[in-house]
């Protein structure tokens, strides 16, 4: 496990925040960073608060159909551990990131992207802003897969990605979120927020390691690039109890817990293969992923 070489104090403390895409390899990067000693994880809190925001729901045309009301209800808590979700907020999560955490040398926190969409006030103060992304077509043949592993008698053909309820997938399927936030953080808050293409990150983890944590001000150590496989690192973090449900019921996160370092990029699928309701949603990601790619920390 990597160390530092003295306890932490408030002058030395670093945060960090990571806006990603869907199934972009952010839970690989939270266990890697999260392995590292006198670190505080906050996973999903914002995209956990996004379910139970009204604003998020408003247009029921989608969410009460058959296959949103299926979506909606897997995110129901049952049995699981984690944090009640009366504590997620919006401006309870922005507090509870904003707090002092004195006997922490790093806070890391990873959301999804679009959860901040409308809601800018809560973007929490002091931190540094990494954007992870992927290619497109990696994204929504992974999103697709996962949901039809949600709702099991459906076909293919039923569940349209580009018509999945708006707190599931918004209007601008993410990528357009994620570039807007991307301009409003780097004019308002933080002009040095760097973006990481996930398959730079795997091919080269060392490289993009290095570079993000010298931006920000912590000594990168090789022993980052490996970490115990299984959830016992995860157990400290704060994760809402929906999360963690949803791992359990179909291993959400399995592939990345299992992980013991960084693998290496799949070839981006065949569009031959590629359903027409996912080459939609491609297509009308491709300009915000190279407007961000072109910005991307170059391995």
């Known amino acids: 496990m990597a160390t530092f070489e003295k306890a932490p104090s408030p002058e030395q403390q670093v945060r960090l925040i990571t806006w990603y895409i869907p199934r972009s390899t952010s839970t690989v990067l939270s266990k890697c960073l999260g392995s590292v000693e006198d670190t505080k994880v906050f996973l999903g809190m914002f995209g956990n608060a996004m379910q139970h925001d009204a604003e998020k729901t408003e247009d029921g045309a989608v969410n009460v159909s058959e296959i949103g ?15 009640d ?16 955490h004195p006997e922490k040398r790093f806070i890391f926190a990873k959301d999804i992207a679009f959860a901040i969409t409308g809601h ?14 992927r290619h497109p077509l990696k994204v929504f043949v992974s999103i697709k ?8 008698d459906v076909s293919p053909e039923e569940l349209r990605i580009d018509e999945l309820p708006p707190n599931f997938l918004p209007k601008g399927f993410g990528y357009k979120e994620t570039f807007e936030l991307f301009e409003h953080i780097k004019k308002e808050i933080d002009p040095e927020a760097m973006i990481v293409d996930s398959d730079d990150l795997l091919q080269d983890p060392k490289g993009i390691l290095s570079a993000v944590l010298k931006d920000i001000g ?6 980052m690039l490996h970490w115990e496989s299984g959830d016992a690192v995860n157990k400290d973090w704060v994760i809402p109890r929906e999360v963690l449900q949803a791992d359990t019921k179909v291993n959400f996160y399995k592939k990345a817990l299992d992980s013991t370092c960084f693998q290496k990029p799949n070839a981006l699928p065949d569009r031959a293969s590629i359903s ?24």
């Open 69 to 83: 009301q299926r979506l909606n209800a897997f995110f129901e808590v049952t049995d699981v551990s984690g944090i």
């Open 85 to 100: 979700a009366s504590q997620f907020t919006y401006q309870r999560i922005k507090e509870q990131l904003e707090e002092a």
């Open 120 to 133: 800018p006030e809560f973007i929490p103060r002091g931190y540094r802003h990494l954007f992870l992304i």
């Open 145 to 152: 897969k996962v949901l039809m592993q949600i709702v099991k």
């Open 218 to 223: 912590l000594p990168f150590d090789e022993k």
């Open 276 to 299: 027409p309701d996912i080459l939609r949603v491609v297509d009308a990601s491709m300009p915000y992923y190279e407007k961000m790619y072109s910005q991307r920390l170059s391995p």
